[in-house]
């Protein structure tokens, strides 16, 4: 609390944003900087340069649960989660990939029965978009990748009570790391698991000044993948 002119109090709040911004623009560098390094390494890769351009771009949709880890974890359950995207040959091993995202994530037993005495419910929800580099083992006939990218990300928590919605939203720089198989059950058409981690850097904040963490969940996808010929 701070005294006003008028000798009233006013709630203030830390600025957490100040002391993360330097441990945000560290681990960005690290991110970019290898995702440069593999696409350095792809690129004097000639021979499976040549290799590549044989393939064609691959298309891939999946769906899963989303498991909140970290302080996301705090009063959220596992959710359900959606993505989409494509890839593109660099390499017969390095690819490219774009892709978009959306989330949900439940909230716990005790907390979901306290809010429903109330009349009152809860939602999270995160939306965004990666880009970034997929490295594919050779097929035999799985393939095994490893996945590695950058983006943007916006989380959203809504909290309902009688009509009234008070929401907390956040959005800004996120990154995504995770590993897979794919298993080819035709000519163009293979089934695709993966695991992953996901995370949207920055503090949520709504228009009451109340900060929280950065949104950190794991993604489990099943889906597929199709590539024409």
Do not use: C
Not at 82 to 88: P, R, Y
Not at 208 to 220: H, L, M, R, T
Request: charge should be negative.
């Amino acid at each position: 609390m701070t005294p006003t002119e008028d000798g009233g109090q006013k709630v203030t709040t830390l600025d957490y944003r100040k002391e993360k911004r330097p441990m945000i623009r560290v681990l960005g560098i690290s991110v970019i900087r290898t995702l440069l390094f593999f696409f350095v390494l792809s690129v004097w890769s000639i021979p499976d340069w040549v290799d590549a351009q044989e393939q064609s771009v691959s298309l891939n949709a999946g769906g899963g649960v989303s498991i909140p880890v970290g302080d996301s974890s705090d009063g959220a359950a596992t959710g359900w989660g959606l993505n989409a995207g494509f890839s593109v040959p660099i390499t017969a091993n390095v690819h490219a990939f774009a892709e978009g995202y959306h989330s949900g994530l439940g909230i716990e037993d005790d907390l979901k029965a306290a809010l429903t005495l109330i009349g009152a419910d809860a939602a999270i929800s995160m939306t965004g978009a990666n880009i970034g580099i997929l490295l594919k083992s050779n097929p035999s006939p799985v393939v095994m990748y490893a996945r590695g990218g950058i983006g943007y990300g916006r989380a959203t928590g809504v909290v309902s009570v009688l009509g009234l919605d008070v929401s907390i939203t956040g959005s800004g720089f996120a990154f995504t790391l995770g590993t897979g198989i794919e298993i080819p059950v035709g000519e163009t058409v293979s089934i695709t698991g993966d695991i992953r981690y996901n995370h949207i850097l920055g503090a949520l904040e709504n228009e009451y000044g109340f900060e929280d963490d950065p949104v950190q969940w794991i993604p489990i996808r099943v889906g597929v993948a199709f590539t024409p010929n």
